[in-house]
């Protein structure tokens, strides 16, 4: 059974940090490009970055310079270091794995105020 838990959303003021951890399960990581996605109330979800192993990360123009996405193959995690958050920034981040199928965490809230 595929398994992706998330963790480390909660409320931070802007410019605040948070880092939010993947840990998956139950499938073959290495092979997977993992990345988040992020829904806000009344939008859409949109793509915020990207892995894949051997490959470069890719970014959402609005958050490039101030996210990281990182990933561990031998810990089969994914991670997303965010710095100088906005209000805009708030929203459900979801954890995905793809390859040959695609997999989804149940998210995390990430609510950025003051």
């Known amino acids: 059974q595929v398994q992706l838990v998330e963790s480390g959303g909660g409320l931070v003021r802007p410019g605040g940090s948070l880092r939010l951890s993947c840990a998956v399960s139950g499938l073959s990581f290495r092979a997977y490009a993992m990345g988040w996605y992020r829904q806000a109330p009344g939008k859409s979800r949109e793509l915020v970055a990207r892995?894949?192993?051997?490959?470069?990360?890719t970014y959402a123009e609005s958050v490039k310079d101030r996210f990281t996405i990182s990933r561990d193959n031998a810990k089969n995690m994914v991670a997303l270091q965010m710095t100088n958050l906005k209000p805009e920034d708030t929203a459900v981040y979801f954890c995905?794995?793809?390859?040959?199928?695609?997999?989804w965490g149940p998210g995390t809230q990430v609510t950025v105020s003051s």
């Open positions: 995905y794995a793809q390859w040959a199928n695609e997999y």
């Open positions: 892995i894949a192993t051997g490959s470069g990360p």
